[in-house]
């Protein structure tokens, strides 16, 4: 358990999707392939979305995480990626060709 513990913890200390995905490679396991294997079925902007608030949680009230939450989900169920992605879940798609990330 130690050992798996020490692999998330190296492979999820990157500052960004990109970086963590590069960890999950360089790992080689069959976790880290599995990790690697779902986050890119997953939208990428959701990812750095979902990275962000969990690393803003850390320094954050309860109130500003459930409040940047709901603001976030507000306005992401208006994206058209929302809906590749539902689709996606409910088995109606195959994996959707998500929008690129802007730089």
């Not at 990157?14 to 976790?31: D, V």
């Not at 969990?54 to 939450?69: H, Q």
């Not at 709901?70 to 409910?90: M, Q, S, Y």
Request: glycine share 4%.
């Amino acid at each position: 358990m130690t050992h798996r513990l020490n692999e998330i913890n190296w492979c999820f200390r990157g500052k960004s999707i990109a970086e963590i995905k590069e960890n999950l490679k360089w790992e080689g396991t069959t976790f880290s392939q599995r990790c690697l294997d779902i986050m890119n079925q997953r939208a990428p902007i959701s990812l750095e979305l979902t990275l962000r608030l969990m690393r803003e949680a850390k320094i954050s009230t309860y109130t500003d995480c459930l409040y940047w939450e709901t603001k976030v989900a507000l306005n992401r169920v208006w994206d058209k990626d929302f809906v590749k992605g539902v689709e996606f879940v409910l088995g109606k798609n195959e994996i959707p060709k998500w929008s690129p990330l802007c730089s």
